[in-house]
């Protein structure tokens, strides 16, 4: 019986603090993700430079009509 109540008040010892440490964590991680997260949103989605794709953006060779290639 001794050890079945030592247990209980371990029990009963360990579990509020580990409760309140729990919530403490929680609340901190709470606390330091808030900074972060608004942070995305709040900036432009668009850069400030206009997007250009990468590569030339005219092809290298002058447009000209498609003509069937015949040696000289």
Known sequence: MT???????LTGRTGPISQSQ???QTSAARRSIRPTRPVGPAR???PARPVRPVGPVRPIRPIRPMRPVRPA
């Open 3 to 9: 050890g079945l109540t030592g247990l209980t008040s």
């Open 22 to 24: 729990q919530t403490k």
């Open 44 to 46: 432009p989605v668009r």
